[in-house]
């Protein structure tokens, strides 16, 4: 019996009850003996009956309790065989000690008793007794098991209609996506609108009967943007197919110069309709960044990709730069051989592309030429450098040499520029119609005429740049040596002034990319050391520099007094450090007898303009125009541009 039920009956209250009784028998006796007799007799009475009633009490209630305990017991096990839910007893071995009826209703057996919980359970299989749910799967039924390690229990409650409910509402949530045509300007170019318009058709109905297959609400946007509205079921359908438009349009349009590519941006599980949009914006650019020709999912936290099986671009995404080096990479494996040219005078970069494009040429075992004669001082130590290959210094050749090995089927590559009075040998251009041109210089009026593929990126950092992206995709293994990757980098320093100039993501890869193959950095700061002697001789041109419209600074050198192309761009960017220039102009003869003007600005003043306007050109920053005329002249001529742009339209943004 409970102790606190005894100390209700037995207690302390009972004793002093009954010393009250014995006191008062005693104090009767004091007077009457017979009457104190009597009432002791009396308390002896009560007392004995008393222990009587007690021991029936106890014995009622016991029998009362093992009912009740057994009414509890009874209706324990018929409750817990009828809960909607199972409860598992386990040993530390995880095997089954006792279960409820609705475990052995759930596997349709009267006893689980022995089995391990694995067994029961499969995806328990390497897991660990942890507080917590965890959901199994069960045949076709899902079944949440909440653990209580320490008391080896394990609750389990079927959740199947749940989990379907949920499944079908994440299945039905809404899906945003954008497909986009990557290369749509490339592949059209020289088309006239017969042609593109067909070719447009043709890559529509593909897009159109893959999103009705799809069952894809699909909506035009422009020329080469399409909206895709579905819901996230369907979108998981389109990763399990992997994106299998890809391929067919690419396939579809192989028959082109250029193959039509598609980027697809999509997005799901965004917490409102504002933030979708944005996700699939931005999973397209991600598409676009990787190389476009691919498709990039955005699922709540997760990003995932499909496709880019050409490898990647930036508009300048490395699209461009993937089709252009496929294109190339075919037209090289056409030719008999490759004959390499840059410009009149060449710098590093020039040199640098054409040891790029020569490298590709070779990875194709393609014979291939660059077209050089004499060598002036911007190239002079990295020529030193490339000259102690000797297979790679028998690639160098003269004009007329190169005329001798111009054939029909020869393919000439022209970089570094785009004006045919620029390249080294002009009548080279006329011996095929296989002409290539990789350029970083903005478009002027003159170009080479006919080319077959032209790869212009006016914001690009040098030519060099734009090489090492296409020899990136124009072949899946390709490994340079130190000099080329060297002569490459130096290329892209020299024009960006070491990576302060005209430098943008693209730079940077391409850049790393080049010191991964082993160009070496010190070996360019040796190219480019400045002898004290020609420190001097700038030092004179600068000391007579002058100031015109506040911001810009005009150096004449001496007259009569031959100079580098090198020296007169190096005096033009010394000045360009002036406190309070914007734009420099140095003025002075070459070695080749042409009157040579150097033009750097910070980008408040279009110095491509100028130079256009005075019979040459460059970029927005980096100008630059070769004149058969007089220092003098030269420099008259340069003024009287300068103040008519200023009466049309201002100098300065």
Known sequence: MPKFLVAKWNGTHQLWLFAAMLVMAAALAWFNWLLGAAALLLAIATAIYYIMVEKQNRKELKNYIATLSYRLHKAGIAISNELPFGIILYNEDRKIEWHNGYIAGMQERESLIGLPLTELFPTLQHGKDRDGIVEAAVGTQMFSLLFKPKERILFVNNITDLWQISRRYEDEKLSL?????????????????????????KVTTAITEWAQKYEIYLKRLNSDRFLLITDLQKLRQLEQSRFVILD????MTSDQKIPVTLSIGFAALAEDAVELGQWAHMSLDIALGRGGDQAAVKIGSRQSFYGGKSNAVEKRTRVRARVVAHALRDLMKESHNI????????????????????????????EAYIVLEGINPAIQKMMELLREDEKLSRRFVSPEQAANLIAPQSLVVVVDTHKASMVKEPKLLQQTDRIVVVDHHRRGEEFIANPILVYMEPYASSTCELVTELLQYIHDRVTLDVRESTALLAGITVDTKSFSLRTGARTFEAASFLRRHGADSAMIQRMLKEDLQEYIIKAEIIKHAEVYYDHI????????RQYSQLLIAQSADTLLNMTGIRASFVIGERPDGLIGISARSLGQMNVQVVMERIGG????????AQLETTVEEAADQLKAILAQIEKEEGLFE
């Open 339 to 366: 004959v390499i040219m840059g410009h009149k005078m060449p710098d590093m970069d020039a040199v640098g592309a054409a040891i790029g494009v020569l490298k590709a040429a070779q990875l194709f075992g393609k």
């Open 617 to 624: 050109g460059g970029h927005l920053t980096n100008a630059a």
């Open 553 to 560: 600074a005009i150096a004449i050198a001496e007259s009569g």
């Open 177 to 201: 996506g954008i497909v986009m045509i990557d290369n749509l300007d490339e592949v059209t170019t020289g088309l006239d609108d017969h042609q593109r318009s067909s070719l447009l058709s």
């Open 248 to 251: 067919e349009v690419r396939e």
